[in-house]
């Protein structure tokens, strides 16, 4: 089983996973608080202590062998949340939203945890992976502007202790770590159901249509025009999922 470090309060799981990565080759760090966790595009991450689960992995490249496509680590991720809230919430009421959310149904769906990838690079060579995850658990309330757009696992009327959740997600990432990468990789894109649906780019305000998922997650979308384009885990997209 994976080494897990679990503190009272840090300022963000994902930062000291890559300190440690550097003396171990995979470790876990957990916290019951994080003061400065981190979302994708340099938003800030928020969470009640106590209430939820912030969780980061931490890959160290030079004992355990990187992906081909490092940003399938976003994959394996998404889907270590899916398969621990399928113990407790039936597969159509958990939904994957790309490139790496997760939501669960409440009255609608709604995002219920995140995924945020890092990858420590050193000249050509990746050193490192952290793959940060957080689960919403027991918060019951969010901030304004997200709170129609995010829920907990407490909100769909589970009462799930958080300790219980963190071993179920450990046991999931161990199964999935040992997996090949393009198991992982079809399973995500089998789950994610993305192919073929109209998308709208928050950037452009404008509607695609998904034809299709590169090997290195991005997506090839087609505007009205028909005329090709490449998005990635960087840009925000919203589609009925
Ligand atoms: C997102 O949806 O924007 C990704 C959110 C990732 C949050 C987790 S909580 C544990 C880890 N530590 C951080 O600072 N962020 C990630």
């Not at 030079?62 to 394996?76: D, E, G, I």
């Not at 890092?118 to 969010?142: C, D, L, P, W, Y």
């Not at 090997?215 to 005329?227: A, G, P, R, T």
């Amino acid at each position: 089983m994976i080494h897990r470090v679990h503190f009272r309060e840090i300022p963000s799981t994902n930062d000291y996973a890559k300190e440690l990565s550097k003396s171990n080759s995979i470790v876990v760090v957990t916290a019951d608080v994080q003061t400065q966790g981190r979302g994708r595009n340099k938003k800030n991450w928020e969470g009640e202590a106590f209430k939820n689960v912030y969780l980061s992995l931490a890959i160290n490249h030079n004992s355990f062998p990187v992906f081909k496509f490092p940003s399938r680590y976003q994959a394996l991720g998404s889907l270590a949340v899916y398969n621990t809230l399928l113990n407790f919430i039936p597969s159509e009421n958990i939904k994957l939203k790309y490139p790496n959310d997760i939501y669960i149904k409440e009255n609608k769906f709604k995002k219920v945890s995140g995924v945020l990838i890092e990858h420590s690079i050193q000249g050509k060579k990746a050193e490192s992976t952290i793959i940060g995850i957080g689960i919403n658990v027991k918060q019951e309330i969010f901030s304004k502007d997200i709170e129609d757009k995010a829920t907990s696992i407490l909100k769909v009327g589970l009462n799930i202790e958080i300790e219980t959740l963190y071993k179920i997600l450990i046991e999931e990432i161990n199964k999935l770590i040992n997996l090949e990468e393009d198991d992982i990789y079809q399973d995500w894109i089998c789950k994610l159901s993305i192919i073929g649906k109209e998308i709208i780019l928050i950037s452009t305000g404008f509607k695609y249509k998904v034809k299709e998922i590169n090997n290195d997650c991005s997506l090839m979308i087609l505007n009205e025009q028909k005329e090709l384009l490449r998005i990635d885990n960087g840009d925000s997209i919203v589609y009925e999922l």
